[in-house]
């Protein structure tokens, strides 16, 4: 134990040294950050990238961007609450990455009604809060963790921003458009993928996000991150099961009428009289 204090200021001061010198010589690397609001296809857009690019490194199921900036390279990595810690992450980049920041975005409606594999028998994420598993195995859940309020004000100010490059992407043109997304993935990165997105689940061995081993999932149906992508995935929340929840939700919080409109979704609330059963 003395030896290894003894030593770790030196070894600090090699790897302090170390990625100076990668800097100076412009190894400098890039990580591309995928967040955004949870069950807005983050981990679909993950396999995705993870089965087409080449000269990353993406990491297994999902991993905080703060837990691999300090690491030499270039990496993608995946977790929606990211969007949350802008700041910790920019000075986390002791290597002076690039860093490109991917924001998920979806119809709050498809978000309300979305249940996750691990819980199927709930609904992941409301206005005020969402689900977060608080251990490896997703054995124990945090019921109170940020929701969409918090995530759409932190997406609203990251487009504000002219210090961090942003891209925000559509669930719903990810599905139904895969191509153009792919397109505009490539320009704002300013790297050409060998391999198509649209195609990304023929190489399943590529896939990083997988309900596989301790990640095994409850509902199976439920895990499409490796399926291939269709518009059936669109509002889902038309069907009638879920209008009791979709009818909690905005009537508490009205603020969710506002969002929909701000992100392009519906011009107005007529479309509630729908979900009501007021519509003719």
């Known amino acids: 134990m003395l030896i290894k204090r003894l030593l770790r200021p030196v070894a600090h001061s090699y790897w302090r040294i170390a990625n100076r010198l990668d800097i100076w010589r412009g190894h400098r690397g890039k990580h591309i950050v995928i967040c955004g609001y949870p069950r807005s296809g983050t981990s679909l857009l993950y396999n995705m990238i993870a089965a087409s690019i080449e000269g990353f490194q993406c990491e ?36 002076s990455k690039d860093i490109y920041f991917l924001l998920l975005i979806r119809d709050v409606r498809d978000l309300i009604t979305s249940r ?22 997703f054995a124990k859940w945090n019921y109170n963790a940020p929701g969409i309020e918090a995530v759409h004000n932190a997406i609203r100010d990251c487009a ?8 925000q992407i559509r669930y719903e043109t990810l599905v139904t458009d895969t191509d153009a997304v792919q397109r505009q993935i490539e320009d704002f990165l300013g790297v050409k ?20 081993g301790r990640y095994q999932a409850k509902d199976a149906s439920l895990a499409r991150e490796s399926s291939r992508v269709d518009s059936k995935r669109v509002a889902k929340w038309r069907n009638p099961e879920h209008r009791e929840v979709l009818q909690q939700q905005f009537s508490q919080h009205p ?26």
């Open 193 to 212: 993928f060998p391999e198509s997105f649209a195609d990304y689940d023929h190489r399943p061995h590529k896939h990083v996000y997988k309900y596989t």
């Open 60 to 95: 297994e199921f999902e991993t905080e961007a703060v837990q691999r900036l300090h690491r030499r390279g270039s990496f993608v990595t995946k977790f929606p609450l990211d969007v949350l810690s802008i700041e910790q992450i920019l000075r986390a980049n002791t290597l």
């Open 255 to 280: 603020e969710l009428f506002q969002i929909l409109i701000d992100e392009g979704y519906e011009q107005d609330a007529g479309w509630f009289s729908f979900i009501a059963g007021t519509a003719t």
């Open 160 to 167: 504000s921003r002219r210090d961090i490059r942003t891209l």
């Open 116 to 137: 996750h594999p691990q819980v199927p028998d709930r609904y992941f994420i409301g206005y005020k809060s969402s689900l977060w598993p608080l251990d490896p195995r």
